[in-house]
């Protein structure tokens, strides 16, 4: 089974602050995906990328593909207090039918 | 439906009782997956169904822990002889391929076993 690490796995910072959020895995993936969980609720799809080298923008939210499909990163710009949650990398193993597994989280607090 | 839908949302159960969980996953969606997440935690990955195709059971914990997915649509998570360590929130995911690795969850059941 593949293993997807995520760090920071903690993160506080001040509103109006800059932040990046890395995914890191030794083996490939089919594709990559970030999720967003707030309390009591389940996991939320934000993005997907598929090709090595992509990167795709969602509002102030930017994401990364590596260029060898094994890591990706989220980077938010001047982050809100309503980004704070718990942010899930997750990929899609490319052996054994295609089962997604995720990372660990890192949990992002912003203060106003 | 139009969402992946999970019940009970909450089961309070004794040590030693056994549980059920269903999920009710989005109309036409062929991957149905289950997860466990213990407090403040990540995904912890059970049991995954593809289609027709024998499910992938890596993930479950013990021989406690066992999953059917009937008509290809609703899934029972079951839990014999709970154990305290089996205490977590357990969500439920459906896809519409497995391959794209987009799931959509259900709000999950949280298990608490005294």
């Known amino acids: 089974t593949q293993l997807l690490e995520q760090s920071p796995q903690f993160l506080s910072i001040q509103e109006g602050e800059n932040l990046t959020v890395y995914c890191n895995s030794s083996s490939v993936f089919s594709s990559l995906q970030w999720y967003r969980q707030e309390p009591g609720e389940g996991p939320v799809l934000l993005v997907t990328v598929v090709t090595g080298g992509e990167v795709k923008k969602l509002k102030r939210l930017t994401f990364q593909f590596g260029d060898a499909r094994k890591d990706s990163s989220l980077h938010i710009t001047a982050a809100q207090t309503g980004d704070t949650g718990l942010y899930l990398c997750?990929?899609?193993?490319?052996?054994?039918?295609?089962?997604?597994?995720f990372g660990a989280g890192t949990r992002l607090f912003v203060k106003a | 439906g139009a969402g992946v839908s999970q019940s009970p949302s909450n089961k309070v159960t004794e040590k030693g009782k056994d549980v059920e969980l269903r999920c009710d996953p989005i109309s036409g969606h062929t991957a149905l997956y289950w997860y466990r997440q213990s407090l403040g935690q990540g995904l912890e990955f059970l049991i995954y169904?593809?289609?027709?195709?024998?499910?992938?059971k890596s993930g479950l914990p013990s021989d406690r822990f066992s999953a059917e997915r009937t008509g290809g649509s609703v899934s029972t998570l079951t839990i014999q002889r709970t154990q305290q360590e089996d205490s977590a929130v357990y969500l439920c995911a459906s896809s519409l391929q497995a391959h794209t690795g987009e799931l959509f969850f259900g709000e999950g059941s949280r298990l608490t076993v005294l």
């Open positions: 169904f593809q289609g027709n195709s024998a499910p992938d």
């Open positions: 997750a990929g899609a193993e490319v052996t054994g039918g295609f089962k997604t597994i």
